[in-house]
């Protein structure tokens, strides 16, 4: 992945399912894999599962390891690099053999967390030092470490949307979709592409779960019969504005042949405007729109088209979470290596993301963002572990991109219905499925 990491950004909003027939727990020890107080002291060999692949490739992570092993020079670190990541660790933790780090997949329920991971402390204690702790927290316990985390928006090309006489960023949907119809008639471009066919990049709409109020709690409110997408609510307003893109055709012509690769030179290039994904894609794009013999400055990201009290928000979302295997013989060393790499290896401000350490900067591809006042909205998830189970229970899938496919296709005629309709079906399974699941 990397230049190509479809799934780098994309886990910010990917829903826990339960891995069937894991047999990760057992008799593991449940021992904290505490932080080492004497780094000449901490030795081992340890296993590092990446998604990663291309920076196994290139050599990056070996540099990273080399740079860390100055601090820590009894500690071997060894990278596996898996292509498909979730897959692959699914089947892997059906044993204990799943590495000594790995990046938590989102088939593992936040509530099954303890039965395959070592605790790395309490969560009163790290949540003063790191951002999205309690993502990962399960009975006042954390988990897992985010390597770095998104703010969500819309990434964009600048000179289309000049060209189209476009130049502030939309306060409202109405706004939003005039001005993607302003591009429509006045420039040669694309003005939204859905990423339709590869689909996951359809899931990047609910990390703006909170942007719309900006609502830290927004999340955890949905952990109920609740009617999410009820009038005025942050699904009513987030899918509407997705259905209306389409309906009103600034969208590709053909949803089912879009590419996700490809969609980055489309962007980069200017063919097309505008797509909804998180602050994550910033430097492949710029990298994209130099590799075309295009400028990185003409690469933009907006907050989502509402404000509250005259200002945007964003919501921070968490990418992957670093945890430590139960099973680990060397859980202090695998600690050792979480905490160097989230706090000293650079990598976050290399990918140009949220740092997960809370006394680090934002990064310089936020910069609009900063400059701008827009409010940045840590989202809780403190209830995530019942709204997932809601959310698997009423079989939608926030996190995944079937619901969102059926959306796309009622607005542009390719089923039969209408939005309201929709949601009305959507309500009705979240809150029948609320009364069992969300008890």
């Given at each position: 992945?990397?230049?190509?990491?479809?799934?780098?950004?994309?886990?910010?909003?990917?829903?826990?399912?339960?891995?069937?027939?894991?047999?990760?727990?057992?008799?593991?020890?449940?021992?904290?894999?505490?932080?080492?107080?004497?780094?000449?002291?901490?030795?081992?060999?340890?296993?590092?599962?990446?998604?990663?692949?291309?920076?196994?490739?290139?050599?990056?992570?070996?540099?990273?390891?080399?740079?860390?092993?100055?601090?820590?020079?009894?500690?071997?670190?060894?990278?596996?690099?898996?292509?498909?990541?979730?897959?692959?660790?699914?089947?892997?933790?059906?044993?204990?053999?799943?590495?000594?780090?790995?990046?938590?997949?989102?088939?593992?329920?936040?509530?099954?967390?303890?039965?395959?991971?070592?605790?790395?402390?309490?969560?009163?204690?790290?949540?003063?030092?790191?951002?999205?702790?309690?993502?990962?927290?399960?009975?006042?316990k954390v988990y897992g470490i985010a390597q770095f985390g998104t703010a969500n928006g819309f990434i964009y090309n600048k000179a289309v949307w000049e060209?189209?006489?476009?130049?502030?960023?939309?306060?409202?949907?109405?706004?939003?979709?005039?001005?993607?119809?302003?591009?429509?008639?006045?420039?040669?471009?694309?003005?939204?592409?859905?990423?339709?066919?590869?689909?996951?990049?359809?899931?990047?709409?609910?990390?703006?779960?909170?942007?719309?109020?900006?609502?830290?709690?927004?999340?955890?409110?949905?952990?109920?019969?609740?009617?999410?997408?009820?009038?005025?609510?942050?699904?009513?307003?987030?899918?509407?504005?997705?259905?209306?893109?389409?309906?009103?055709?600034?969208?590709?012509?053909?949803?089912?042949?879009?590419?996700?690769?490809?969609?980055?030179?489309?962007?980069?290039?200017?063919?097309?405007?505008?797509?909804?994904?998180?602050?994550?894609?910033?430097?492949?794009?710029?990298?994209?729109?130099?590799?075309?013999?295009?400028?990185?400055?003409?690469?933009?990201?907006?907050?989502?088209?509402?404000?509250?009290?005259?200002?945007?928000?964003?919501?921070?979302?968490?990418?992957?979470?670093?945890?430590?295997?139960?099973?680990?013989?060397?859980?202090?060393?695998?600690?050792?290596?979480?905490?160097?790499?989230?706090?000293?290896?650079?990598?976050?401000?290399?990918?140009?993301?949220?740092?997960?350490?809370?006394?680090?900067?934002?990064?310089?591809?936020?910069?609009?963002?900063?400059?701008?006042?827009?409010?940045?909205?840590?989202?809780?998830?403190?209830?995530?572990?019942?709204?997932?189970?809601?959310?698997?229970?009423?079989?939608?899938?926030?996190?995944?991109?079937?619901?969102?496919?059926?959306?796309?296709?009622?607005?542009?005629?390719?089923?039969?219905?209408?939005?309201?309709?929709?949601?009305?079906?959507?309500?009705?399974?979240?809150?029948?499925?609320?009364?069992?699941?969300?008890?």
């Amino acid at each position: 992945m990397g230049k190509k990491k479809t799934l780098v950004g994309a886990l910010a909003v990917v829903t826990a399912m339960t891995v069937a027939g894991c047999g990760g727990g057992g008799t593991a020890s449940t021992e904290t894999a505490s932080a080492p107080t004497d780094p000449a002291k901490v030795s081992g060999t340890i296993t590092v599962l990446t998604h990663r692949t291309d920076l196994v490739k290139d050599g990056s992570m070996e540099a990273y390891a080399a740079e860390f092993a100055k601090t820590y020079p009894k500690v071997k670190v060894k990278f596996e690099g898996l292509t498909d990541y979730e897959g692959e660790v699914k089947i892997r933790m059906n044993t204990e053999n799943y590495g000594d780090v790995l990046m938590i997949p989102g088939a593992v329920a936040k509530n099954d967390y303890p039965k395959f991971f070592a605790p790395l402390g309490a969560t009163d204690e790290l949540s003063g030092t790191y951002r999205f702790s309690d993502k990962t927290d399960v009975n006042g316990k954390v988990y897992g470490i985010a390597q770095f985390g998104t703010a969500n928006g819309f990434i964009y090309n600048k000179a289309v949307w000049e060209e189209a006489g476009v130049t502030e960023w939309p306060t409202t949907p109405q706004e939003f979709l005039a001005a993607l119809g302003a591009i429509k008639e006045r420039t040669g471009a694309t003005p939204y592409y859905t990423n339709f066919k590869d689909g996951w990049p359809l899931t990047q709409w609910s990390a703006n779960i909170g942007s719309v109020t900006c609502d830290t709690e927004a999340n955890n409110s949905l952990a109920g019969a609740v009617s999410p997408w009820k009038q005025g609510s942050e699904l009513n307003v987030i899918d509407t504005l997705l259905h209306d893109t389409v309906k009103g055709g600034l969208i590709e012509k053909d949803p089912s042949t879009t590419n996700w690769e490809e969609s980055k030179n489309l962007l980069a290039k200017g063919t097309i405007g505008t797509m909804m994904l998180g602050s994550w894609s910033i430097t492949q794009m710029q990298a994209a729109a130099e590799t075309a013999g295009g400028s990185a400055d003409d690469i933009g990201f907006m907050p989502f088209p509402v404000q509250k009290d005259g200002k945007f928000c964003a919501t921070l979302t968490s990418d992957y979470q670093q945890a430590v295997n139960i099973h680990s013989e060397h859980k202090e060393a695998a600690r050792a290596w979480i905490d160097w790499f989230t706090a000293k290896s650079g990598y976050a401000a290399e990918e140009g993301a949220v740092p997960a350490l809370k006394a680090d900067p934002m990064p310089d591809t936020l910069k609009a963002f900063v400059d701008n006042d827009v409010t940045f909205v840590e989202r809780s998830e403190a209830k995530t572990g019942t709204v997932n189970a809601i959310d698997n229970a009423a079989e939608i899938g926030l996190a995944k991109q079937d619901y969102r496919q059926k959306l796309v296709d009622i607005a542009r005629g390719a089923q039969q219905g209408s939005l309201q309709d929709y949601f009305a079906e959507l309500d009705k399974k979240w809150d029948e499925a609320a009364k069992t699941a969300g008890s």
